[in-house]
């Protein structure tokens, strides 16, 4: 574990890994989420458990893909990133459309 000598340390540290992370993930369009392509693009989590969109995207995702009705607990800050968790009926329902254009599951009907 990493001792900081001091906060801004600690704050670009983490920064910077969580950016580093988030640009190994799948980047994927709104449209394949099966949300409004007006949301842009976000990153899906290696395990399709989650969606990641920066700071500033969050609020495109919260207004035009109707994110902002996701619960609290569904939704983690870290860094200059959104984290929306597949613990949210709104989230797993885009991820498993994203499975669904992927092949990896059945489309419901």
Known sequence: ????????EMIDE???RVERHVQGLRRV??????LDQRCGFAYVGENTDCIVVDDARARSFNYYGGFEYIDDEDVRKLGD???Y???SDRVRD???SLM???GL???KE
């Open 14 to 16: 983490i920064q910077y």
């Open 81 to 83: 990133y959104v984290i």
């Open 100 to 102: 669904e254009r992927d």
């Open 85 to 87: 968790l597949d613990t």
């Open 1 to 8: 574990m990493q001792d900081f000598t001091d906060t801004l």
């Open 105 to 107: 599951c059945e489309t």
């Open 29 to 34: 369009s709104a449209t394949e989420l099966g």
């Open 94 to 96: 885009a991820l498993e």
